[in-house]
């Protein structure tokens, strides 16, 4: 989607990418919430977690790309949190699918 700014990321036109492969792309959140906080996105434009029809991504993603990431990142031995905000009372605010990876300090419950 042209005026998508989690597109223009991942199609490595603003920012910088810390994973790349064929369908999915990650990058640092410009306003980290904690020590470790990468966004992960498909690199095809879908809406949200809702909109996600593809079984193969979401698969790819929670099964190869977050462990990578994790041990990328160094909190695969301490623990990490992914989010995925879905709607206005989720708290989502940009409108291209992203799994939040947290970690790096001690997460707390509930969320707010
Ligand atoms: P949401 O609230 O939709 O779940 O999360 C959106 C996240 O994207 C926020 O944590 C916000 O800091 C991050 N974000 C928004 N715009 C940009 C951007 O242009 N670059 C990066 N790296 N992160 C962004
Ligand atoms: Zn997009």
Avoid at 36 to 45: A, F, Y
Avoid at 50 to 55: A, I, N, Q, R, S
Wanted: aromatic share 6%; with cysteine.
């Amino acid at each position: 989607m042209a005026d998508c700014v989690f597109c223009k990321i991942a199609r490595g036109e603003i920012g910088t990418l810390i994973y790349e492969d064929e369908t999915v792309a990650a990058f640092n959140d410009a306003s980290p919430q904690a020590p470790v906080h990468v966004l992960i996105v498909p690199k095809v434009h879908v809406a949200n977690i809702t909109e996600l029809e593809d079984k193969n991504l979401a698969a790819h993603i929670f099964t190869e790309v977050v462990p990578e990431i994790a041990k990328k990142t160094g909190v695969d031995v301490t623990g990490f949190r992914l989010v995925v905000n879905t709607g206005e009372e989720g708290g989502q605010t940009v409108n291209h699918l992203h799994v939040h990876l947290l970690g790096g300090r001690k997460m707390t419950w509930p969320p707010g």
